[in-house]
């Protein structure tokens, strides 16, 4: 089965390198050929070093400034390319970016079946994450065969007319990635980070960047963390800010001047990891830490007003904030001073997988092969 996996985000890249090393640790079964659009250059680039992946092809679609007019329109002609030259059986994209929704567009036009992994989160509000919901819908509807992360994911899929036959549950690809990851002997590279003392000092690790919190949200969210820093002396904040001049600007106004408050580049993703497994809890608009953290004990309070990984938020592992100063604050000192609160979330099951998920795709398809070759001669009219 010759497969192609297409992904172009550092996220992306994460949750799909645990599937290539599955598939190309089957050589009989599988001829891979990786395609990355470079939506991110360097955030990408240093995944694909530390998981030793070598693309394929390379559209290299990143310019400064640029939209998502721009990133779809690049991925569609760059992909006309490289699907025609390598004819895939299926090709493989994840989550909900816009590399995600334009690779799905590209292969449907060539009539290659679609092979969704991650699929059917759906937070049901169509600006809130922007792009990011409607870019999961349009794959979803462009998809052969939807591999859900959760029991909840499958059921959004089925409910919205997709054949039980083409959903298979799987667990989340982040899992595989972050236990092969975390390690009790790491040594941070970084030198604020390796100079950190997680001993004396709770260390309290953020991320903020969705465009629905750029302006007064993120602002808000800084205020929280200002009066958080002043009330709790043994607390530090560590937020590797996102390269968006317009993150960085609010970022360092707001939070420069602050004690205890590190303002650092994005971390490698083995360096990020294992400065996620050592701090106390996490605040974070991110979807992907939402499932992360489970794994490592981490309670996550969630800087949005909704989530579609709602998941955690049931299991308990994941508290719904949004970006009320207030709400923030409440909640965070919550953590800090009720041991129970913390132990109970700390402690609450992992919704999100095993560490088998690439495992579980890689087996898939292999036994979906026969409907695979089905299918093509369908959509296509080949006898």
Known sequence: MKVMTVFGTRPEAIKMAPVVRALKSKPTKFDVKVTVTGQHREMLDQVLEFFQITPDHDLDIMRHGQTLTDITSRVLSGLEKVISAESPDIVLVHGDTTTTFAASLAA????????????????????????????????????????????????????????????????????????????????????????????????????????????????????????????????????????????????????????????????????????????????????GLQEEAPSLEKPVLVLRDTTERPEGVQAGTALLVGTDTGRIVKEATRLLTDQQAYSTMAKAPNPYGDGQAAERIAKILWEQRELLRVWSMAETGRS
Do not use: C
């Open 108 to 287: 449907f036009y060539q009539q290659v079946a679609v092979g969704h992994v991650e699929a059917g989160l759906r937070s049901y509000d169509l600006y809130n994450p922007f792009p990011e919901e409607m870019n999961r819908r349009l794959t979803g509807a462009l998809a052969t065969f939807h591999f859900a992360p959760t029991q909840s994911a499958a059921e959004h899929l089925a409910g919205e007319g997709v054949s039980r036959s083409h959903i298979f549950l799987t667990g989340n690809t982040v899992i595989d990635a972050l236990l092969g990851t975390v390690r009790d002997d790491y040594i941070f590279r970084n030198p604020v980070l390796k100079n950190l003392d997680f001993a004396e000092e709770r260390v309290i690790l953020m991320t903020t960047h969705r465009r629905e919190n750029w302006g007064l949200p993120m602002r808000r969210i800084f205020t929280a963390v200002r009066q958080l820093i002043q009330s709790f002396p043994d607390v530090r904040v560590v937020f590797p800010v996102h390269r968006n001049p317009r993150i960085r600007e609010v970022a360092e106004s707001a939070l420069s001047d602050l004690p205890r408050v590190n303002l650092i580049e994005p971390p490698a993703y083995e360096e990020f990891v294992n400065l996620m497994a050592r701090a106390y809890f996490l605040l974070t608009d991110s979807g």
